[in-house]
């Protein structure tokens, strides 16, 4: 991953768990030679205190933590206003000077920076197979956030059809259906089979130190449908209640919820192990040196990208939802 100083720099944005692996591998994959730069929301150093080990390792030569939480959402003008100032102030260079930029997240505000520079991008999936249901994403947010989500949808952030997004980089056996097409395909299962062993471990260290064990009979991976304006927490606990009184009664968990789901599952699956620790499912194959090769999801994304090592059980869906 060596670069020249005076090289031209690729810019990448990511917000969650699962666009920050997917940005990294991306960058590894079609930009290995180049500079790259990184930008997080200031809120992800509660989730991943270690994110300068992106710059220390040289996976991105620049990181730099976007103010989300100093936006206020107020009025429409003031969003955009701000967006583009606090955009300047965080970037160490104007964004028309960047070869390439690549948005992850694209309905959040960074995004709002973009358009009004005029400068064209290309957009990653929020997750495994969300890009056909961008209504739903906006839904999500809406609830929680009426303006945001009446912003991003009006443009078209959720599903790239904002004329400036130029491509789309998506996995697309997700999406359920034909793709638009400037949508390019990318598996984020498959860019991890590919990385070198030792490239791949060190991708893996950013997020797992340490190898883990388990002499469970399945894993579990969990939702944040409260969080999401999908229902209220006592309704997600009695999803999972329903869950571990029916087809998983008996089963011995290894429990990894969501990097922002919060529940205590121990009192739900009193048999469960938990893995607390935050990061994205897709590195299960490769942290988890022991253990279930069966994976139990209600509402995950991760199993879309899991398909090659686990047997998927879907409970209660007829296919792996969000």
Not at 188 to 199: M, Y
Not at 227 to 253: D, H, I, K, S
């Amino acid at each position: 991953m060596r670069t020249t100083q005076g090289e031209r720099t690729v810019l990448y944005h990511a917000v969650s768990s699962y666009q920050l692996l997917e940005a990294i591998l991306h960058r590894l994959r079609c930009h290995p030679g180049e500079r790259a730069a990184l930008v997080l929301p200031d809120f992800i150093t509660e989730k991943y205190p270690q994110y300068g080990k992106l710059r220390e390792r040289g996976f991105f030569q620049e990181v730099s933590l976007f103010p989300y939480l100093r936006l206020p959402h107020q009025s429409r003008d003031q969003v955009y206003r701000d967006a583009l100032r606090l955009c300047r102030e965080t970037l160490p260079r104007p964004l028309s000077r960047y070869e390439k930029i690549y948005v992850a997240g694209a309905h959040f505000y960074f995004s709002l920076a973009l358009l009004q520079e005029g400068i064209p991008f290309t957009m990653l999936e929020d997750a495994a197979g969300m890009l056909a249901r961008g209504r739903e994403l906006y839904e999500n947010l809406a609830q929680r956030y009426p303006l945001h989500g009446e912003i991003a949808w009006e443009a078209g952030l959720f599903t790239g059809e904002n004329p400036l997004i130029r491509e789309v980089i998506c996995l697309k056996e997700a999406q359920g259906g034909t793709v638009p097409s400037k949508c390019r395909d990318f598996s984020v299962e498959i860019a991890l089979e590919r990385l070198d062993p030792k490239t791949r471990k060190a991708v893996a260290g950013l997020f797992v130190p340490w190898p883990l064990w388990s002499r469970a009979e399945g894993i579990l991976l969990t939702q944040h449908l409260a969080q999401l304006g999908r229902g209220t927490w006592e309704g997600q606990r009695q999803v999972y209640r329903q869950l571990a009184q029916g087809p998983l009664r008996g089963v011995r968990l290894l429990v990894k919820p969501h990097p922002d789901d919060r529940m205590d599952y121990r009192e739900i699956f009193p048999r469960c192990r938990v893995l607390r620790r935050p990061f994205p499912a897709e590195l299960l194959p490769y942290v988890l040196k022991k253990g279930p090769r069966v994976v139990y999801t209600w509402d995950s994304t991760s199993c879309q990208n899991l398909k090659r090592h686990y047997t998927i059980v879907t409970l209660g869906r007829d296919r792996c939802g969000t």
